[in-house]
């Protein structure tokens, strides 16, 4: 399955329509703070008249020792941070030592909240065991309810699996009345920049999730975004992976088989878009226009950033639908 997961990105199938420009910028409230760690930013919505982002906030700069938080805005520029929303799990579980790489789900008149956990301590010789959780509210202000299936989502028991060591990054649309959660899996015995992209599909909100059986579908990436795009599903790749597919975007119309629509310059680093189609099943989705990043300055520790995306030409995909 791979080898045909391979050919398919390599073939020819779709002409190159476009270019996106990414630029960069501060935003305040949760930007860089002496002392204060804020990465792994989910995708945003928007309630009311405000904008909602979750995030890993902690005191190193990996997500290994954090807990999840939210903040709200009016613009996407000028944040609030409103406190905790995930702490830690219980001592000795597999989200005991961390909670971090947050996401969001909106649907049957609830939030669900994705988020990564791990069992193992931060420190020499951290080698992470993460796994995906789910927690439930019925506003995105919470509280939280963790669900009884956690995990949602865990790494494979076959060893020759892209998956079989750990899974993090949860990234959701609706799509055909099913919920999609795309999550980044990596191999027992490979490193970081061997990391490769899958889907799990579910009938529900809380799953169960079920792994699609072309699994891996995207061979790289390491920062998971993907949005509905007109009837199909395109994803944002950032420099992780084989280079025909690094700094593109991707699109597949079945949301498994990519080929490339787009370059990407200046891409943003772990980025979540404000995708306003996500969940709506609008056949409307497109190149989300803005999101925030992780960010990253001297003497500081990772922090939140601001994007900006400037679209030469649309997807052709797009104009077809």
Known sequence: MGVLVTQAFSAPAQ????????????L???????????????DIIKVGDLYYVWYSKGKISPGYDATVWYATSPDGRQWTEKGMSLAKGKPGSWEGESVFTPNILVAEGRYWLFYTGVSKKYGKGFNPDSKIGLAVSDSPDGPWERIDANPVITNSKNKEDFDSHLIDDACLIVRDGKY???????????????????VAIAEKPQGPYVKHESNPVIPGNHEVLVWPQGKGVAAMIGTTGPK????????AEDGINFVKTHDVKSGP???????PEAFTESGLGDIPEWGVEIGRAKNHLPFIHRFDCRIEQKMMSSKNN
Do not use: F
Request: charged share 20%.
């Open 269 to 275: 680093w772990a980025g979540g878009a404000y995708r």
């Open 180 to 198: 999609w959660c795309y999550y980044k899996g990596r191999q027992l015995g490979k490193g970081p920049g061997q990391t490769q992209m899958g």
């Open 28 to 42: 305040s409230g949760i930007g860089a703070e002496k002392g204060v760690m804020r990465r792994d930013p989910s």
């Open 15 to 26: 002409p190159q329509t476009g270019k996106v420009t990414v630029t960069h910028s501060e």
């Open 244 to 251: 025909e597919i690094t700094n593109t975007v991707q699109y």
